[in-house]
């Protein structure tokens, strides 16, 4: 903060919330005894503020949007690398941060979370002309109304566990309702029940980890203005001296883990290294040229025309009906996204469109081609599957083509998206430092040490 000199006129502002130290709240007797130990002060939802009331100044409020989409941005990238039994399931880890955000940020701002959220990860995952963004939008949207609304209407009744699993189901159903008329037809029906189980167990676990999260973390205490948590935490700190730090400890398991690896590395036999050695190497090389074409790439093409070309070519591409057409061009999207230097498995490719196809034949509609035991081919759902799949995967491929990291969009929502993706950068500058047994801790350090960043610019 800005040193203020004797001349100057103090500025009429009201203090913010977390600097005030609450009358009203005062820790029970056991609390206070056990106040030197390892518990971190209680920071329950019954003593929570009401929904949107926090500490936070409007110019605060946007950058706590833009950090909260940052991490989603990051959770989405982690999500999107695990296997998913439909093309466009996720698990919804990334809809933690817009989970925390229900007692957060006030509506308007927590539907600009949502639609940020949106719009990054479609450019992240490069997405965002395909209908996988469709049904993210969707999906997301839904949930944070669902979320915000159980939230509101419990009166603080209802755990952020409930709030998850409402956002969770909601979701689920909206995403399967649309596979069923834009993939899968009539036998989405029959992946339903495990698409809507699945989801309940997702957003139980997201639940009892925002519940765990909030209950423990001093920078969600903070955002919501309960009490002067960051003196809190530095007050605990200085009191349980010998407790090792976050990062005492992830030196002390990045050493062990270092010790490990050592010992492990020298019980492989030379032939097994030279092998592992080559196959590195081949990686390495593929890699690099695929780095080489996608610097040339950016080095002729700006993103902003990229991507309305892309848009262009959406349009056209939907209009197709033929099969022939579709499957040339998709493979005039892969070879663009080949030169583009984007990451692409076309075993990935291959599976999805026989996952779709193979969805589709399930429900008999048309002549009949051919049997294969009970399992019967009818003309219609055979060439409608391989239709649905074509677009599918073509737009998949359009999209990562046409989407370019440097996409900026304009006003204030755009900014806002600018600001996350620089949040996002240094969340992946330190995700190294986020470790399995002090995840809470270690994430909650990041978090306060972001902000502190964001309260310095906006006091100065």
């Known amino acids: 903060m800005r040193a203020r000199t004797s001349s100057e006129e103090p500025p009429v502002l009201d203090a913010p919330a977390f600097l005030e130290e609450p009358a009203a709240l005062k820790a029970p007797p056991v609390l206070e005894a056990l106040a030197v130990l390892e518990a971190p002060p209680d920071f329950s939802l019954k003593q929570a503020p009401s929904i949107g009331q926090t500490s936070l100044g409007?110019?605060?409020?946007?950058?706590?949007?833009?950090?909260?989409?940052?991490?989603?941005?990051?959770?989405?990238?982690?999500?999107?690398?695990?296997?998913?039994?439909?093309?466009?399931?996720?698990?919804?880890?990334?809809?933690?941060?817009?989970?925390?955000?229900?007692?957060?940020?006030?509506?308007?701002?927590?539907?600009?979370l949502a639609a940020v959220k949106v719009v990054g990860m479609s450019i992240v995952s490069g997405t965002l002309f395909s209908y996988v963004a469709?049904?993210?939008?969707?999906?997301?949207?839904?949930?944070?109304?669902?979320?915000?609304?159980?939230?509101?209407?419990?009166?603080?009744?209802?755990?952020?566990?409930?709030?998850?699993i409402s956002g969770a189901m909601a979701s689920n159903a909206i995403q399967m309702l649309m596979a069923r008329y834009v993939i899968f037809g009539e036998a989405a029906w029959l992946i339903a029940p495990i698409f809507l189980a699945t989801g309940l167990a997702t957003g139980t676990l997201m639940g009892l980890f925002a519940e765990f999260f909030a209950e423990n973390s001093h920078w969600y205490a903070s955002a919501r203005g309960i009490g002067n948590a960051r003196s809190v935490n530095n007050q605990n700190n200085n009191e349980v001296g010998e407790r090792p730090t976050g990062s005492e400890l992830a030196i002390e398991d990045s050493n062990s883990e270092t010790e490990d690896k050592n010992s492990s590395t020298k019980a492989i036999d030379n032939s097994s290294k030279t092998a592992e050695n080559k196959a590195s190497l081949r990686k390495n090389t593929r890699n690099q040229e695929r780095i080489a074409r996608r610097k040339r790439y950016e080095e002729y093409m700006e993103p902003w025309v990229a991507a309305v070309l892309g848009a262009a070519i959406a349009i056209f591409f939907?209009?197709?009906?033929?099969?022939?057409?579709?499957?040339?061009?998709?493979?005039?999207?892969?070879?663009?996204?080949?030169?583009?230097?984007?990451?692409?498995?076309?075993?990935?490719?291959?599976?999805?469109?026989?996952?779709?196809?193979?969805?589709?034949?399930?429900?008999?509609?048309?002549?009949?081609?051919?049997?294969?035991?009970?399992?019967?081919?009818?003309?219609?759902?055979?060439?409608?599957?391989?239709?649905?799949?074509?677009?599918?995967?073509?737009?998949?491929?359009?999209?990562?083509?046409?989407?370019?990291?440097?996409?900026?969009?304009?006003?204030?929502?755009?900014?806002?998206?600018?600001?996350?993706?620089?949040?996002?950068?240094?969340?992946?500058?330190?995700?190294?430092?986020?470790?399995?047994?002090?995840?809470?801790?270690?994430?909650?350090?990041?978090?306060?040490?972001?902000?502190?960043?964001?309260?310095?610019?906006?006091?100065?």
């Open 58 to 112: 409007h110019e605060n409020q946007a950058e706590l949007t833009a950090l909260l989409a940052a991490f989603c941005f990051f959770l989405s990238t982690i999500e999107y690398m695990l296997p998913k039994p439909l093309p466009f399931m996720r698990i919804g880890i990334a809809n933690l941060p817009i989970l925390l955000a229900v007692d957060i940020l006030p509506l308007k701002w927590f539907i600009v």
């Open 318 to 460: 939907l209009l197709q009906k033929g099969i022939v057409v579709k499957l040339i061009f998709l493979i005039l999207f892969i070879f663009w996204t080949w030169i583009s230097g984007k990451r692409f498995s076309l075993i990935s490719t291959f599976a999805v469109i026989a996952g779709i196809v193979l969805a589709n034949l399930l429900i008999p509609s048309g002549r009949v081609l051919f049997k294969i035991g009970p399992f019967v081919i009818t003309e219609f759902a055979l060439v409608d599957g391989f239709s649905k799949a074509l677009t599918f995967e073509g737009l998949m491929y359009l999209s990562k083509a046409a989407i370019m990291s440097g996409l900026r969009f304009p006003g204030r929502f755009g900014a806002i998206i600018a600001q996350a993706f620089q949040y996002y950068d240094s969340i992946i500058e330190h995700s190294g430092k986020i470790h399995a047994k002090t995840m809470v801790r270690d994430i909650d350090e990041l978090l306060q040490t972001m902000s502190s960043g964001i309260d310095r610019r906006t006091q100065d």
């Open 134 to 164: 469709l049904f993210s939008l969707c999906g997301t949207m839904i949930a944070a109304v669902a979320m915000r609304a159980t939230r509101k209407l419990g009166k603080g009744a209802i755990s952020l566990i409930g709030v998850s």
